[in-house]
């Protein structure tokens, strides 16, 4: 099953998240992320609707994405977490770094 589809590039790089993502398919979604970034990069946004799990090798992939976009000048952010997800974030202190909605 697909965890992450380009929704969008107007503007932004939007990703919808789907699933469970974790240390057996974050490479997969890094590389994803990182190949359309590389083409466009921008902004990018990553819709958590559907997403339904993480891990915290996940929360590491997070922070690289952050690290990388922000030292371009780039900024990405997290919306429809779900409240469990986000308290991965805020246990970690993450949700100070990091824009999640």
């Known amino acids: 099953m ?5 929704t ?3 503007g932004k790089l939007e990703f919808a998240l789907f699933g469970e993502i974790d240390s057996a398919t974050s490479e997969d979604f890094y590389a994803e992320v990182k190949t359309a970034y590389l083409h466009d ?3 990018i946004v990553f819709d958590c609707t559907a997403l339904t799990f993480i891990d915290s090798t996940m929360l590491g992939t997070f922070v690289k994405i952050f690290k990388e976009l922000k030292a371009d000048g780039f900024k990405s952010s997290l919306v429809n ?3 469990r997800i986000r308290k991965l974030f805020e246990i970690c202190a993450l949700d100070t ?5």
């Open 2 to 6: 697909q965890q992450v589809k380009l």
């Open 8 to 10: 969008s590039t107007e």
């Open 41 to 43: 990069k921008k902004n």
């Open 81 to 83: 977490v779900q409240p």
């Open 97 to 101: 770094i990091m824009e999640i909605r």
